[in-house]
């Protein structure tokens, strides 16, 4: 049994907190530690049996019943904490992105190889979804031969608040960093080179705050594939996540996540369920099967599925894609 201690008890703290405690059986978390932490969550987590509730996330390192620890933080305590984990001799799930600065991963990075023990994963929840896994699973066997043509359809069903992008790093570094992980996992390649076309067209203030919100992303792999994604920040029928990979022998593609697969037919026309609307709706089994991987790897000495050389490249292509929209041309991720 891995016991674990979760930094940070917001949402994404709260979700890991109810995937395992009801879907990961071969782990129990002891101890959640969040600096806000008010009577309303520390009465919610109670009631989830955590044993151990703190303000100071140090308790959780020092604590040597602690097997793993989750870092659920603010993306700008990502990587500081991960070293301390590290160095703690905990495993470490890093929700995505572990930092914005390359510098910053690096020293992670450094920190993993001094410590080759420790398990460490990066949250990119979205390789362990049933359909994208359905792409991968259909390309690693052969069936489409050599992937030639990737498109990643990727759209929220509502703007964020103008005031979150001071916080999040911009449309390419909170938004868009899951599909150029994407694009990695699905070519199973690496990106070389980001070209980018944008545009504010969803809300004037996010223009404002020196971001775009809709976007078309061109993208050279390094197997030879063409890869393209668009995102909007605002498709009014809901939550659309589509992929299509095309190859030498055939294609594979996934249509989006419905309420039902029920058409209705009648003389007014043909018509079926929008998509799922909300991203836990439509991701909640894979953030509990990342979990159940994490746990594993933990728990046998496996590899973990998803580890610092991805969480170093997301943030590359990343900021890459900032650098075109910047210069207007395309740009090489050995520029970084």
């Known amino acids: 049994m891995i016991r674990i201690g979760i930094i940070g008890a917001g949402r994404i ?30 009465k919610f987590i109670r009631g989830m ?15 040597p019943e602690i097997d793993a620890v989750l870092i659920c933080s603010s993306t700008d305590t990502h990587a500081s904490i991960s070293i301390e984990a590290i160095e703690a001799g905990k495993n470490v799930f890093c929700e995505k992105p572990v930092d914005h600065a390359l510098d910053k991963i690096k020293a992670v990075e450094d920190a993993l190889a001094a410590h080759p023990e420790c398990k460490f994963q990066v949250g990119f929840n979205r390789r362990f979804d049933h359909n994208f896994a359905a792409v991968r699973k259909a390309y690693d066997e052969g069936k489409i031969g050599e992937a030639h043509i990737l498109k990643i359809t990727s759209r929220d069903p509502e703007p964020p608040n103008p005031a979150y992008i001071k916080v999040s790093g911009g449309m390419f570094l909170d938004m868009t960093i899951h599909d150029f992980d994407m694009a990695c996992f699905l070519t199973n390649s690496d990106v070389e080179e980001v070209y980018v076309q944008s545009a ?41 996540q589509r992929a299509e990979l095309f ?19 009648n003389a007014e026309g043909v018509t079926g ?17 990342e979990m159940r991987q994490f746990v594993n790897a933990c728990e046998n000495g496996g590899q973990v599925p998803v580890g610092i050389h991805a969480g170093m490249q997301s943030v590359k292509i990343g900021l890459a894609a900032k650098k075109s929209v910047e210069e207007h041309r395309p740009v090489k991720i050995s520029e970084l």
Do not use: C, W
């Open 273 to 289: 369920e929008k998509p799922l609307f909300f991203f836990l709706e439509r991701y909640m089994e894979s953030f509990s099967e």
């Open 200 to 240: 504010v067209l969803v809300d004037p203030a996010i223009g404002e705050q020196g971001d775009v919100d809709t976007a078309i992303i061109t993208m050279k792999m390094a197997n030879g594939a063409l890869a393209v994604i668009d995102n909007s920040r605002r498709a009014a029928y809901g939550y659309d």
């Open 247 to 265: 190859g030498s022998k055939g294609m594979v593609a996934t249509s989006n996540d419905t309420l039902s697969s029920a058409v209705i037919s």
């Open 13 to 42: 703290g709260k979700v890991h907190l109810e995937s395992i405690t009801y879907h990961v059986k071969n782990a129990v978390v002891k101890a959640m530690a969040d600096p806000f932490m008010n009577e309303e969550t520390e």
């Open 49 to 63: 049996g955590v044993e151990k509730i703190y303000q100071d996330y140090k308790k959780i390192l020092e604590d």
